[in-house]
């Protein structure tokens, strides 16, 4: 084994480990938080899904868009989606400055409420995940260039894994020689799972910010 090409991949692998991992923990927490975001919305918006305005008129569907426009001044009607019972209807709208609101109508199309999309659940952790909140070119490029590093970092262990034998049974191995067969052997299990999440992960924040 060439010890000079062994070390340079471990000190590249450890720099890459140092620089993404703040990232990857942020984005895996964030992801996961995005994961879940139905089960938590539920419980946090049972009022807006599920309750009913204290007012009992039966109005047409185009009718409850018409009010809501009323209430909102300045706003538009950019989506309507009518979820399976027993979810409320939900209007997305919009005014000329970019803000947007989600409008829920019950089952008589009366406006139950209203929330500011940015702060739901699953708008604040789709960005955090996608843009870390800030957003813009460089943010994006950050995101992308741990995506990359964090391949390199897979790939590189694999390799040092393979050309170090760290799963060669050694007698009488020491804390850190079993610590380093443990890593050796999470790390080449996790890889394609990984390599899946993080491709998968880049088309997907590449169609995101095109939307």
């Given at each position: 084994m060439n010890k000079g090409?062994?070390?340079?991949?471990w000190r590249w692998h450890f720099y890459?480990?140092?620089?993404?991992t703040p990232l990857l923990l942020t984005l895996t927490l964030?992801?996961?938080?995005?994961?879940?975001?139905?089960?938590?919305?539920?419980k946090a918006y049972d009022d807006y899904f599920f309750?009913?305005?204290?007012?009992?008129?039966?109005?047409?569907?185009?009718?409850?868009i018409e009010k809501a426009k009323g209430q909102f001044k300045g706003y538009s009607v950019s989506k309507v989606i009518v979820l399976k019972d027993p979810y409320n209807t939900r209007l997305t709208m919009d005014d000329r400055n970019g803000d947007e609101k989600y409008v829920f109508l019950d089952d008589n199309y009366q406006i139950v409420g209203s929330q500011n999309a940015k702060y739901t659940f699953s708008n604040v952790m789709r960005n955090f995940h996608s843009s870390l909140f800030v957003g813009g070119t460089?943010?994006?490029y950050l995101?992308?260039?741990?995506a990359c590093w964090a391949i390199?970092?897979?790939f590189s262990g694999v390799y040092m894994a393979f050309k170090g034998k760290a799963w060669k049974k050694k007698q009488n191995a020491s804390h850190h020689q079993k610590n380093k067969k443990w890593h050796a052997l999470v790390g080449t299990i996790i890889t394609l799972p990984?390599?899946?999440?993080?491709?998968t992960g880049l088309t997907l924040n590449l169609i995101l910010h095109k939307i």
């Open positions: 090409l062994y070390n340079r991949f890459a480990a140092l620089f993404i964030s992801g996961i938080g995005y994961l879940f975001y139905p089960n938590v919305e539920n309750g009913k305005s204290a007012h009992t008129e039966k109005l047409t569907i185009d009718e409850g460089v943010v994006n995101v992308e260039l741990a390199f970092l897979l990984m390599i899946i999440i993080i491709f």
